[in-house]
């Protein structure tokens, strides 16, 4: 209340501020408020107003007499219609249990006094009393965590970045905890669990395998094949609470070192394609971000994370089988299964059983199958109709035509036609070579006939 009565006080000053100056003369004076008078003002709402002649020769003499106090209208003095004893039984019962509703307090006050004032009534009061309702969760002090070596736990997530190539693209990465130091990053042109997985792949293969990884609820991050490919390799997937952020603080601050560091950058810089972009912050993270000392830490983040030691490396093969997709199926009587409108033959001993169809999502004609954690051998294709996961979308260019030879072949046949046209004929040389010879023998020239039969 009192902000409000400040605001229509500083209504009030904005148009009489000029209307109380001393160095105006009475004719003037008028002749600026009847211009007032005339016009439509803003009002402390934002609403359309119009103050009359005789407001503003009030407001004038008030602010001339008072200064600004006297323009703040003054509260109202009501008498209170709600009997003080209601009231004050309203206040103890919130005392008594600060979780008791407004609506729950005013049905109590009802039932032991047979009336009470409406809830918003006793909600107003009580705000007034400075006692407000205490029935939400109370808040949590979070404590500060640190993984307490390298690799325990990795936390990732997805940076919305700017416009590379006439798309825009996204980061995802990976940080290690303890560290902070970058494990696993990757730029694509879409927010999806395949760019999602080769981040934390290449991650995998430069930084050895976390015990723990912390993602959030995005739909790239709660896919099974992402579920899959951490239970290969003995990863532990935990996802944050939803509406919960507070454990993501670390990543969110690397981040904004990224914007602050490196996209600020990429406007100065030439980038023409998604490979160079990925190759600029491969340069930026590895001789910069990870060779200064970490704010927090006081030590470089490389550094820190090869304290204990280089990471042991992973298994080429196990990497491999980890990050291809699956899909469930059930086999047919006919020993047969559908994937995405592709049918393909298994074993006939896995009729009527729950499969399991292990492939690169990038090529849907070379699929395993595995039935119970057991490989079963290959599903053999009987009619494919796509090649491609319908969720595994390359990147844009990727999929080009591969580039010209150079060579016209039709324009090559032309010009070689033109170069022989250009030759001049010689009609002689289309001529037989013994004079004569195809004319009648009457015809020949003299000799023809001998030269003809020594031959």
Partial sequence: MEDRARAVGLFRYSLVREVASATLTKRERGALVRHLASQWHLGPWGEQVRVSRNTLDRWARAYRSGGFDALVPKPRNVEARTPAALLELAEALRVEEPARTAAQIARAVAEARGWSPSARTVQR?????????????????????????????WVGDALHGPVVAGHKVYLFAFVDDFSRAFTGYRWGYAEDTLRLGAAL?????????????YLDNGSAMVSHQLLRACAVLGIVLVHSRPYRPQGRGKIERVFRTVRDQFVVELAHTQVESLDKLNSLFAAWVESVYHRQAHSETGVAPLERFLSAGAPAPVDPALLHDAFLWSE??????????????????????????????????????????????????????????????????????????PKPSGIDYLALVERRRLAELARRIDYRGLGPDVPGEGLPPGKRPAGAEAEEAGR
């Avoid at 792949?201 to 990884?213: A, K, N, T």
């Avoid at 994937?339 to 896995?350: H, I, S």
């Avoid at 990038?362 to 039935?371: A, R």
Wanted: hydrophobic letters at 35%; proline letters at 9%.
């Fill in 125 to 153: 009061h009580l705000a007034r009393a400075r006692l407000p309702w205490r029935g939400a969760e109370a808040p949590r002090a979070f404590g500060r965590f640190e993984a307490s070596c390298p690799n325990e736990l």
């Fill in 201 to 213: 792949r290449s991650g995998i293969e430069s930084r050895g395998l976390p015990h723990r990884v």
């Fill in 328 to 401: 469930r199926r059930k086999v047919t009587r006919v020993a047969g299964c559908t994937l995405f409108g592709n049918e393909y033959e298994v074993d006939p001993v896995l009729i009527g059983q729950q499969i399991e169809l292990v492939f690169d999502p990038f090529n849907l004609e070379d699929i395993e199958v595995h039935f119970n954690g057991r490989p079963m051998g290959k599903a053999v294709p009987r009619l494919i109709g796509r090649h491609v996961h319908p969720a595994a979308r390359r990147e844009p260019g990727e999929d080009e035509a």
